[in-house]
C-alpha cells in the first residue's frame, strides 16, 4: 500500500468516525442502553459498512455514505412508527412475556423464549430472589431484563426494622427440575428419595409432574407443577 492510499485510509476513517458521531446521536440515546431486534441488526450493518468504507479504498466513498444514510433514516422511521403504533412497536421491538405469574412458572413461556428453568433460576438471583416461593409476578421485558414482584410478605419492611431476631435463611434447594429427581441436592441436605417420594405419594403427585421442586431453611418444601392451572399468557 503505497503512501497516498495510506493517507486515504486515514481520511476515510476520520470521516467515518465524525459521520458514525452524527449519527448516534441522531439515533438518540436509546442506542446505547438497550436494543431492540431491528436496532441490533441496524448497528451490526452499520459498523459493517463502516469498517469497510474506512479500509477498503476500493469502496466507493458517495455509495458507502449513502448506505449509511438510508440504514439510518430507516432506523429513524422505524422509532417514529413505534411510538405512534404499538402493533409496529411489539413487531420491531418484541413483546415482553410473563414467566411467573401468581406464584407459578409457565412453563410454556419459557420454552417460546428457550429460557430453562436454571437460566429463569439465576435471573431471579440476581435480583436478590433465590425462591420462586416469594414471586408474585416476573415479567421478561422486550429489551431482555426480568422484572419481578415479590409477594406481600417480602416486600420493603425488613425485620431488623421491626427488631425482629428471625433465625438465619438459607438459599432453598432444588430437590426436582425438569420432572426429574436430583439426588446429589437430597444427600446434601440429609434426606433421601424414598422421604422425597412419600411426601409426593401423600400429596397424590408423581415426580414427573413436578416442574420445580425447593426445600427451604424452614423445612418447608414447596412444587411447582406442569399442570398448575393457569394459562399460558403472552
Known amino acids: 500500500m503505497s503512501m497516498v492510499d495510506w493517507f486515504e485510509v486515514i ?9 458514525l458521531f452524527f449519527i448516534t446521536k441522531l439515533l438518540g440515546k436509546k442506542q446505547l442502553s438497550k436494543l431492540s431486534y431491528f436496532e441490533y ?33 430507516v432506523s429513524v422511521l422505524l422509532s417514529y412508527l413505534s411510538m405512534k403504533n404499538k402493533k409496529v412497536r411489539d413487531f420491531v421491538e418484541g413483546k415482553a412475556r410473563i414467566f411467573i405469574k401468581d406464584g407459578k412458572i409457565l ?35 422486550a429489551d431482555g431484563e426480568l422484572s419481578v414482584l415479590l409477594k406481600r410478605d417480602y416486600r420493603m419492611v425488613r425485620p431488623s426494622e421491626l427488631w425482629l431476631h428471625l433465625p438465619e435463611e438459607k438459599e432453598p434447594k432444588t430437590l426436582i ?47 411447582d407443577y406442569y399442570e398448575d392451572g393457569i394459562s399460558e399468557v403472552e
Request: zero cysteines; a negative charge; glycine letters at 8%.
Open 11 to 19: 481520511l476515510r476513517s476520520l470521516f467515518i468516525l465524525i459521520g
Open 41 to 73: 441488526i441496524v448497528g451490526i450493518i452499520i459498523g459493517d459498512i463502516a469498517g469497510s468504507l474506512s479500509m477498503d479504498i476500493e469502496v466507493s466513498v458517495l455509495h458507502g455514505t449513502t448506505s449509511l444514510l438510508i440504514w439510518t433514516l
Open 107 to 141: 412453563e410454556g413461556n419459557l420454552k417460546k423464549e428457550r429460557f430453562t428453568i436454571d437460566e429463569l433460576l439465576e435471573m431471579l438471583r440476581k435480583k436478590s430472589v433465590f425462591s420462586v416461593n416469594e414471586v408474585e409476578f416476573a415479567l421478561f421485558e
Open 177 to 223: 427440575m425438569d420432572g426429574e429427581i436430583i439426588n446429589e441436592m437430597i444427600d446434601e441436605v440429609g434426606k433421601s428419595e424414598e422421604w422425597l417420594r412419600s411426601y409426593l405419594l401423600d400429596k397424590q403427585v408423581e415426580v414427573e409432574d413436578v416442574f420445580l421442586a425447593q426445600l427451604h431453611s424452614d423445612g418447608k418444601l414447596t412444587l
